[in-house]
């Protein structure tokens, strides 16, 4: 092996380790922290305890934030994926002029006009609408921006059911939420998982909308709630943020296993025309 190539191997493997670490030096924080007597920012062996666990149990909002996000999750999620299998299954079947141009105007306005740019229209519509504080409206504006994602990515796993399958199934007297519901969508299935965990995630981890929508502490999600974990003198509580931060990761890490074990994260087909 000649010297150059020992070098590039060199580089390669120091450059992997580096970015290794810089991935696993946050987690191993989180697995170390929450359980340390006297954690810091650093990692290092822990000084085991419970009492950090005790103290964010304790808090009056932990657990109900954690439940205020599951609520907004769910419901954004469910409302994301029944809309956008029901929308790509039209656009997949129906024949309409300009459909592709309208698919990604839809992507192209919902990657544009959201975040701050539409903060402010979307605050006086929930404002006239009475929805303040309302978990379900939330939810509702949570999904309306992921939608048009949603459907632009459902619709080539819609594209890939052949239509033999459904004329197979109209020849026996199916109908046509029959059809959908028991040709289409099972063989679609990785794409639906797909935007369900896609959903979730971009649900759990939304800030913005909860913190303006949201006015009552009750009803925050933990994402909004975790930037208000502060001691007396206004410094980040480290003694609840390690353990707050490993309860808010665990529904996503369950999901992610959840899908993993079932589709291995493989979200192609096995369709055979």
Not at 59 to 80: G, R
Not at 90 to 103: E, N, Y
Not at 187 to 201: E, K
Request: glycine share 6%; net charge positive; with cysteine.
């Amino acid at each position: 092996m000649s010297p150059a190539r020992v070098v590039r191997r060199l580089g390669f493997h120091v450059l992997v380790a580096v970015v290794l670490a810089f991935f696993a030096v946050p987690m191993l924080w989180l697995a170390s922290a929450p359980f340390d007597a006297e954690p810091g920012l650093g990692v290092r062996w822990p000084d085991w305890t419970t009492s950090n666990v005790r103290a964010t149990l304790a808090h009056p909002y932990a657990l109900t934030s954690l439940v205020n996000s599951l609520v907004l999750c769910v419901v954004a999620t469910a409302v994301t994926a029944s809309l956008a299998a029901l929308a790509a299954y039209s656009l997949s079947r129906v024949r309409i002029p300009g459909r592709d141009a309208l698919l990604y105007l839809l992507l192209l306005l919902s990657s544009v006009v959201t975040g701050t740019a539409a903060m402010v229209p979307v605050f006086v519509l929930m404002l006239q609408l009475g929805l303040i504080d309302s978990r379900f409206g939330t939810a509702l504006v949570i999904a309306g921006g992921m939608l048009p994602a949603a459907i632009f990515i459902l619709k080539d796993f819609m594209d890939s059911v052949p239509r033999s399958y459904e004329e197979s199934a109209r020849v026996f007297g199916a109908s046509p939420a029959q059809v959908l519901g028991h040709v289409v969508l099972p063989i679609a299935r990785p794409g639906v998982a797909a935007v369900v965990v896609w959903s979730f995630v971009n649900a759990w981890g939304n800030f913005l909308l909860p913190f303006l929508l949201l006015r009552d502490v009750g009803r925050q999600p933990a994402a909004v709630l975790l930037r208000t974990l502060q001691d007396e003198g206004g410094t980040a509580n480290l003694t609840v943020i390690p353990v707050f931060s490993l309860l808010y990761s665990i529904p996503v890490v369950a999901l992610y296993l959840l899908v993993d074990k079932r589709y291995g994260f493989r979200f192609h087909g096995g369709i055979k025309s």
